[in-house]
């Protein structure tokens, strides 16, 4: 890139940043006097308890909308928050490939839940861990203890990833199984002299420069089913992603996928025929919308890739559901590469459009997609990366 380019970059980028400024402070400051006023005027569940607003799923969507709703709700007792979450920890994504190959970090990926919501929210927020394992129009049933809950509101934030091992999600709900799985990832990683990578997205690309700079004498192979490594992005990363690949000796195959897999010799077939001989196949493709939640009981509501349809207000877009919310890779929103800060600022509106609702006003915070916040770091081994769309 010239440095003129750069420079305009950097200002655009800057603009962008300054820019939202102003998003941010209404956001924050809007959320807080919903909440006063509703503590004066909502008249919603009085005599009934509390009425719940439940979240399905806390990582980068719902544990955002989270805390931007505690700050946002009246704490007066007529509502509470509900998350319902398996996993014991938020999983850090963006680590995994880095901690499937270098040793002795791994537990970074975990963060606690409970210390970083706003004070004072223990009083009305309960985490329920568990599956959210079927809908009605009002209801949530766990799977675990079959309890249903009934709500108000519900959010959706069940992301792109439930069936997904690594190095793309951990595949564990307990911290102590996540530790163990990647560390034996990373033995395993040790332990091959030959590995193939499937998928050219950032978890295949970060992984196989990570892993062929730390053990630069083995055989590391990418295969990828376009013509391009980062497909999603634009021409400058791709290129930068291809070139950082060849730079550190690992071997691109594009155009290919893998059909099988020879579970004794370990050796992998290609749609051409062609074999691969490995010791450690990585399979780091398979994001997909994880909808079926809704899909089960409002299937005009998700698209044919299994994305929720949304409103740009992020209430489902379908007759009867405009109590329910989608954010973060499992919604229609437009975003050309799923990122986690989007999917932080989706949350920022539903909270909003949430607090909005409890007050008996229509949900006006809309989310359009902005180029910027597709920008990533792309990592090309221990040292150097790229910073691109
Ligand atoms: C290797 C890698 C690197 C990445 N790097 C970046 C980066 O550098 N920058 C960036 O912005 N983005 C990055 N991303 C993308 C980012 O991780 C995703 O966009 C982000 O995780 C989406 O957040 P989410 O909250 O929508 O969903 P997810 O993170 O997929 O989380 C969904 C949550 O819902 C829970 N859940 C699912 N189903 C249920 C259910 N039935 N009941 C209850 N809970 C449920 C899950 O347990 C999980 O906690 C990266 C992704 C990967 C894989
Ligand atoms: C990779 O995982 C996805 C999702 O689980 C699956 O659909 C796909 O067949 C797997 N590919 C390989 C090569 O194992």
Not at 7 to 21: D, N, V
Not at 282 to 300: D, H, M, R
């Amino acid at each position: 890139m010239s440095l003129f380019r750069k420079s305009l970059l950097i200002l655009k980028l800057l603009g962008f940043i300054l820019g939202s400024i102003p998003l941010h402070i209404r956001q924050t400051l809007s959320a807080r006097s919903i909440g006063k006023l509703t503590a004066a005027k909502s008249k919603d569940g009085d005599d009934k308890g509390p009425l719940n607003i439940v979240i399905v799923g806390a990582s980068f969507a719902g544990y955002t909308t989270a805390s931007f709703l505690i700050s946002a709700l009246p704490q007066d007792g007529r509502y509470r928050i509900l998350i319902v979450e398996p996993r014991s920890h938020f999983h850090f994504t963006w680590t995994l490939p880095r901690f499937c190959v270098i040793q002795g970090h791994e537990s970074k990926t975990f963060i606690p839940y409970g210390p970083f919501l706003p004070k004072g929210s223990d009083q009305f927020v309960r985490w329920v861990q568990g599956h959210a394992a079927s809908l009605t129009r009002d209801t949530v049933t766990i799977r675990e203890t079959g309890e249903v809950i009934p709500f108000a509101h519900l959010v959706l934030a069940t992301g792109s990833g439930t069936e997904l091992q690594l190095p793309s999600r951990v595949g564990a709900n307990a911290k102590a199984d996540g530790v163990a799985k990647l560390q034996a990832m990373q033995d395993s990683v040790k332990n091959a002299q030959r590995l193939v990578i499937v998928g050219g997205g950032a978890a295949g690309v970060e992984l196989a420069t990570d892993a062929k700079h730390l053990y630069p004498s083995k055989t590391v192979t990418l295969v990828h089913s376009r013509d391009a490594v980062m497909h999603r992005f634009g021409p400058e990363l791709q290129a930068a992603a291809l070139k950082g690949l060849q730079d550190r000796g690992v071997e691109v195959i594009l155009n290919e996928r893998t059909v099988s897999e020879d579970p004794e010799t370990g050796a992998v077939t290609l749609r051409s025929g062609r074999k691969i001989e490995c010791d450690l196949c990585v399979n780091c493709t398979g994001q997909k919308p994880a909808s079926g939640l809704l899909g089960g009981f409002a299937p005009e509501a998700v698209s044919e890739s299994g994305h929720i349809l949304v409103k740009p207000t992020l209430q489902v877009d379908a007759e009867g559901l405009s109590h329910i919310y989608a954010c973060g890779d499992v919604a229609n929103t437009g975003v050309r590469n799923p990122n986690a800060r989007s999917a932080m600022k989706q949350a920022m509106s539903v909270a909003d459009n949430i607090a909005l609702a409890v007050k008996g006003q229509k949900p006006s915070l809309t989310y359009a997609p902005h180029w910027a916040d597709c920008l990533i770091k792309l990592t090309l081994g221990l040292v150097g990366s790229r910073s691109r769309f």
